[in-house]
């Protein structure tokens, strides 16, 4: 694919284009009023001079990325020599219909047709086309240019072929792809997160408890960034009322109807279930909501998903935390609680108010009497006999792997389980023979960490500071200890803990548009994970002071004039790092763990101790039989081909 039409210039419309004109491709807007592209091409420009101004990229890549971008008014112009058409106009399916017939009078005939909705059928609009089988749902999430989920789905008739095609597009700009395997009302986020929302209204309607009781349980006990009648507010109440109606998940109660006739709809009104005239409400702590009314909903969704063959346990997970910063997967809280604790609720809940979806799944059912019941059993949605990542990602490519923090949502923060998760894969991988090199980076393109999860820690008490301290610097030792090279493949944030993780790595290539600090003074803290000792050893004392204590966020090239890490662009950063990780590979790997060893741990002792070290293992080296092939390679003139013995 070359060239991108994006057709509707409004919010996600302009996001789209910004998004894949980021990414190298020519993109061609189109809306019906000159007004509405003006508005999109000065909210573009606005976006990237503000990336420009935070340091992200230069004015001449700012430049460069809007002179990519075609408004224009005609259909014609903008699809006639499209590679792809995503669609990004009000959620009307007649409207959607109409764009598309327009469309196909002067698209290719090999070009892919997408819809950027957030819930109506892909097969019935692909259908209403001449190309249904390169019809398909390209779901992104608001805003387009922030939010890392990408929802793809396959409509009856849609090609595997053009989901592989789209699945390929949502990586190259940046995005996370999940494929949703079959056209349901809703698709996986949706689907789930509707019902969770008016299930609470339902109940704010019912009586059985006020908004801020709901809320609270979830911010408070959860760390959900917003309670889901705040979340409904902030998302538009008539949103809620019309997704209600369209897709019947739950009733639409007689409150959100009140308030929807009232037009009290929210933030966008000034006033909802709460008063947005002052900006977010303060929103006071109340305690007597059972959360389980909405958790075990919500897992009965996820198992209707799977059930029906709509996506696994894994990607319904990373749905939700990607597309509504959840901190927790669905089917991680459901094996967490237990599954038998959420069918009990579910029948309940089923009894009280009747709602076909609130009637528990079979799958779910089965899942219970084969005694799957999560965490406690061991086995549940996920089986935790086996090393099960839900915060990491551990991939491997020939003798590298990559260790990938998994928390895009979190901008890759650190938390207990994270560090539990980093500890566990070092220990296998530190086994795994065929592993002679490891990369550290962060998913998502805005973070590699963004420090220790702070939402995981609301009391801090010294006791429990101690408690956080201690462990980072185990698991970052135990890093340190890694009997291989380590990479930290810097790709965006990565301030105090991240900072601090990157500093216990080997190498750091840093890409430009990152920042770097140990950022903890200007929450009146100081690093607590080796930074202090760690980085005086890497930028020399002097400037480790100026950082640390002015709480300084330095850029990539800042970074590598300091010797912290090497500066690589953007387009290059990934060659960069997979080329090192190769040199590495093909280094002898028991030299390779002396020679760490020693100047690690050689730095810390006296200069005449650390010479006795590395006379050690000198010695070590040279009992190998890679010394043997390195000698011989040297007199024959060829390259050495180490074994690791």
Known sequence: ????????????????????????????????????????????????????????????????????????????????????????????????????????????????????TSGLSITELGNSTDRPEKFVGLHFFNPPVVMQLVEVIKGEKTSDEIIAKAVDFVKKIGKVPVVVKKDVAGFIVNRILVPYLTLAIDDVDKGV????????????????????????????????????????????????????????????????????????????????????????PMVNISAELIELGVADAKEIDTAMKLGTNMPKGVCELGDEIGLDVILAKLEQLYKEKGYEILKPRELLK??????????????????????????????????????????????????????EEISNALKELEKDEEVRVLVITGAGDRAFSAGFDLQTATELTAAKAVEISMKGNEVFSQLERFPKPVIAAINGYAFGGGCELALACDFRIMKRGAKIGLTELSLALIPGWGGTQRLPKIVGIAKAKEMIMLAKRIDADEAEKIGLAKAVDADKFESEVMGLARQLAEMPPISLKAAKFAINFGYELPTDVGKVLEALAFGLATSTQDVIEGISAFFQRRKPEFKGK
């Open 366 to 419: 089965r899942m219970v009497s084969e005694g799957k019941l999560g965490v406690k059993t061991g086995k549940g949605f996920y089986d935790y006999a086996k090393a099960v990542y839900k915060n990491i990602e551990v991939q491997k490519e020939g003798y590298i792997a990559k260790l990938i923090l998994n928390r895009p949502q979190k901008l890759n923060a650190l938390d207990f389980a994270t560090l």
């Open 1 to 116: 694919m070359k060239k991108i039409a994006v057709l509707g210039a409004g919010t996600m419309g302009h996001g789209i284009a910004q998004v894949c004109a980021t990414a190298g491709y020519e993109v061609a807007v189109r809306d019906i009023k000159q007004e509405f592209l003006d508005k999109a091409k000065d909210a573009i420009a606005k976006n990237l001079a503000k990336a420009v101004s935070k340091g992200k990229m230069s004015e001449d890549k700012a430049k460069e990325i809007l002179g990519r971008i075609n408004f224009t008014l005609s259909v014609e112009e903008a699809v006639k020599d499209a590679d792809l058409v995503i669609e990004a106009v009000p959620e009307i399916m007649d409207l959607k219909k109409q764009v598309f017939a327009e469309v196909q009078k002067f698209a290719k005939s090999d070009c892919i047709f997408a819809s950027n």
């Open 209 to 296: 408890a006020k908004p801020e009781q709901i809320d609270s349980v979830f911010v408070a006990k959860y760390a959900f960034p917003m309670g889901p009648i705040e979340l409904s507010d902030f998302v538009g109440l008539d949103i809620l009322y019309f997704a209600g109606q369209q897709w019947g998940l739950v009733p639409v109660s007689e409150t959100l109807k009140k308030k929807f006739e009232a037009k009290e709809l929210g933030m966008k009104t000034g006033k909802g279930f709460y008063d947005w005239s002052a900006g977010r409400p303060k929103i006071p702590r109340a305690e007597g909501y059972d959360e389980l009314r909405l958790i075990a």
